[in-house]
């Protein structure tokens, strides 16, 4: 009695394999097809963005001042993430951080200090706040305090402790940072209507 696999494999002839040469050449496959908006045609539509007296403070800061309504809406939203509303507040002059500043500390980039990046606190951060309307009430009062400054609402989340939101509520009644979008780029209705920046 032999081996049964030797004896099988001798009367059994396996199938031979060929293999692709590596260096076969890919197969050329047509170009994928572009995405588009639409807008590349219309070069009305692309503009670039000005970089010379263009001022965002926080969040939507692009947008037209938010109504009671939005506000509410902002506040709740942070509300329903577990952050706590803080109100702040601070002059014209001072808001705005794009330097280092007046204080004398380090102004090398690597620093991580900005002046003003810091606001002057409107009380207590609102701990324990469950309703939209108990902030609104307390930017009023800091409005009627203040009216001359610009007031923002910041989201803290007191787990990881770190600032998770903020938005402009209240900009001062001269303020002259706002401009539509369409004013904040080169090309757009504010340079148009005026001449130039």
């Not at 496959?29 to 403070?57: D, I, Y």
Request: proline letters at 6%.
């Amino acid at each position: 009695h032999g081996n049964k696999f030797f004896e099988d494999s001798l009367t059994h002839s396996t199938p031979t394999i060929k293999m692709a040469a590596i260096s076969a050449v890919a197969p050329v496959l047509n170009k994928a097809p572009v995405v588009s908006t639409g807008k590349a045609a219309n070069t009305n539509s692309m503009m670039v963005w000005q970089p010379h007296g263009n001022k965002f403070f926080e969040t939507f800061s692009f947008l037209p001042p938010l109504s009671d309504q939005e506000v509410a809406r902002q506040v709740q939203y942070l509300l329903n993430n577990g952050w706590t509303p803080c109100i702040e507040f601070e002059s014209a002059s001072k808001a705005y951080a794009d330097t280092h500043g007046w204080s004398g500390l380090d102004s090398s980039v690597t620093a991580g200090y900005y002046d003003n990046r810091y606001w002057v606190m409107w009380k207590l951060p609102m701990y324990g706040c469950t309703n939209p309307e108990e902030v609104l009430q307390e930017i009023r009062a800091c409005t009627q305090a203040f009216p001359e400054c610009f007031i923002r609402v910041a989201g803290f989340d007191n787990i990881k402790q770190v600032q998770c939101s903020s938005f402009l509520a209240h900009r001062p009644t001269g303020d002259r940072t706002f401009a539509p979008v369409t004013g904040r780029q080169v090309g757009g209705a504010r340079q148009q209507s005026s001449g130039g920046w």
